[in-house]
């Protein structure tokens, strides 16, 4: 190659180096971050556990409660009154969590002449009439219980249309759902 190539070769590198290097700026650039984090989610439960019902028996009005061991094989006359507990508890956490619960009553099928079948619950150790209660806001469980009453009147003797027949409650349903928050 002769020398006037090469140095014009060197010239068009020489200015190609200029402006490459003219074309480039360098701005000012800074960075910061978040550090993660998490939020967590409440809850709302409510559990009939399997076991913990019970049945009992008074002979009348007056007497002391009895437990019935085996419901099944259980006979009732007139003049007893047979109450069958069954527990739940709720668990709600959130702080602007409100909810309420509602009993969907299981009724009892057809009576014998001069039997009544009532329903009554607590929550929270509060007695709560109808089927609704106010759920109350607690992480750690509440207690609850539904009672259902079978009475038999004594009064009702000389009537045998009640003999040999089974009575069976249907299904009861506790439900518990958010509200909005006021």
Do not use: C, R
Not at 12 to 21: E, K, M, N, P, Q
Not at 55 to 68: G, V
Not at 133 to 161: H, S, Y
């Amino acid at each position: 190659m002769n020398k006037a190539t090469k140095g014009t070769v060197a010239i068009a590198a020489a200015i190609t180096l200029l402006l490459g290097g003219a074309g480039s700026l360098a701005y000012w650039q800074e960075s910061a971050s978040v550090a993660a984090t998490s939020v967590s989610t409440g809850q709302l439960h409510v559990t009939v556990p399997t076991k913990g019902s019970t049945w009992a028996l008074k002979k009348n009005a007056t007497a002391t409660a009895t437990p019935i061991t085996n419901i099944a094989t259980f006979k009732m006359v007139p003049g007893d009154i047979v109450t069958y507990t069954v527990p739940f508890t709720t668990t709600a956490e959130g702080d602007n969590l409100t909810a309420t619960g509602t009993v969907a009553w299981g009724a009892a099928t057809t009576l014998p002449a001069g039997m009544t079948s009532s329903t009554s619950g607590t929550y929270n150790s509060v007695a709560f009439a109808g089927t609704t209660f106010a759920v109350v806001k607690q992480a750690a469980p509440v207690n609850g219980q539904l009672v259902f009453t079978l009475t038999w009147d004594f009064g009702t003797t000389g009537n045998t249309t009640g003999m040999s027949q089974t009575i069976n409650l249907a299904a009861t349903t506790v439900t518990v759902q958010q509200t909005p928050a006021p």
